[in-house]
């Protein structure tokens, strides 16, 4: 079966080596490097109303060390892989990627900014401390810069790169597009530990982000770009007052009903992406990724301690398999 086939045990088993051992690889470093990470969201959660600009930049500071381990497990293994496996992609003409932009942050925004407006009515769920300590601060130019890092730049930027740039691409290599949307997505939808909750809030949320995550990928597999991701995340990422959303939720309807036939193309793509998933790599990505990332976040650095020399043996096997 081809789920069992070693390219694929391979790809999946480095894609979750470089999760798990980049995550604490980077900490490790910045202990190395005699810098001592500190968490501000949970000094956030202690201090009320600590500034907000010294927990930027110390927020800034931690996604830059944890992002780092994660980059040099994923630039060295990508740099040992045969040149047949890094093969240049098609890119969409600029006008279709624009479209797709727009169409892609229409679908994401509808679901992400109903249901968190939704929450702020009727509070159906708890969130996370820190989003309601942040809620009630005055929306100043330090507010800003701290949601810039946290949340609508910064963030952004960083985990398309790891999940779509990286993740995505080794898995589609490697298997096949739908399973790799999938997988992907699940891990990216777990990955978000704030929404691992029993309420009807964090439950929808963590779905919410699934779906999130698959339309994400699908259209950085579509565009063979990064940056109609990059965009779509920024923008349901971006604080919004009550206005501010209506005025998104609209606009988005918008672009979906008047652009229709604009991306009646990318409307095919999802559906056979996703039409041609089978029942077992439906059920594996969706076991495996849940899975792991529960245990990630359970025992990290034992997770760590197991996906270290895998990894290391997954170079020494792209070594040999270069020379």
């Given amino acids: 079966m081809q789920l069992f086939r070693l ?22 470093l910045a202990q190395v490097a005699g810098m001592a990470l500190q968490n501000p969201l949970l000094i956030l959660q202690q ?51 624009g479209w797709l932009t727009l169409v892609t942050c229409a679908l994401i925004a509808i679901p ?12 159906f769920g708890s969130r996370a401390p820190w989003f309601d300590i942040l809620q009630q601060r005055s929306w100043d130019w330090q507010f800003w810069l701290f949601t810039a890092v946290g949340s609508f730049a910064l963030i952004p930027l960083l985990e398309e790169i790891f999940y779509r740039g990286f993740m995505l691409h080794r898995l589609a290599s490697g298997w096949q597009k739908g399973p790799a949307v999938l997988l992907t997505s699940v891990l990216f939808a777990c990955s978000h ?36 991701a990059i965009c779509a995340h920024a923008l349901i990422n971006l604080p919004m007052q009550p206005l501010a959303a209506l005025f998104v939720l609209m606009m988005s309807c ?37 899975g792991f ?20 043996l997954l170079v020494v096997y792209r070594f040999w398999q270069r020379r």
């Fill in 47 to 97: 201090q009320p109303d600590a500034p907000l600009m010294p927990l930027a930049l110390d927020l800034a500071v931690l996604l830059g060390w944890q992002y780092l381990g994660w980059g040099l497990c994923a630039i060295i293994l990508y740099w040992l892989r045969p040149a047949r496996e890094r093969q240049s992609t098609e890119h969409t003409p600029p006008v279709r990627r």
């Fill in 293 to 312: 990332a529960m245990l990630f976040h359970q025992a990290a650095l034992y997770l760590a301690m197991v996906a270290a020399p895998l990894w290391l």
């Fill in 7 to 28: 390219s694929v045990v391979l790809v999946i088993a480095e894609v979750l080596a470089v999760f798990a051992f980049g995550a604490v690889l980077g900490p490790m």
């Fill in 112 to 123: 992400a900014v109903a249901l968190t407006q939704a929450q702020e009515i009727w509070q």
């Fill in 193 to 228: 530990a704030q929404y691992l909750h029993t309420d009807w809030f964090n439950l929808l949320m963590l779905v919410n982000v699934g779906f999130v995550g698959m339309i994400l990928a699908l259209a950085t597999l579509y565009s063979g770009s990064l940056w109609p």
């Fill in 254 to 290: 918008g672009i979906l009903f008047v652009g229709w036939h604009h991306w009646a193309d990318f409307r095919l793509f999802i559906r056979r992406q996703i039409g041609n998933l089978a029942l077992g790599q439906v059920l594996l990505a969706v076991v495996l990724g849940a």
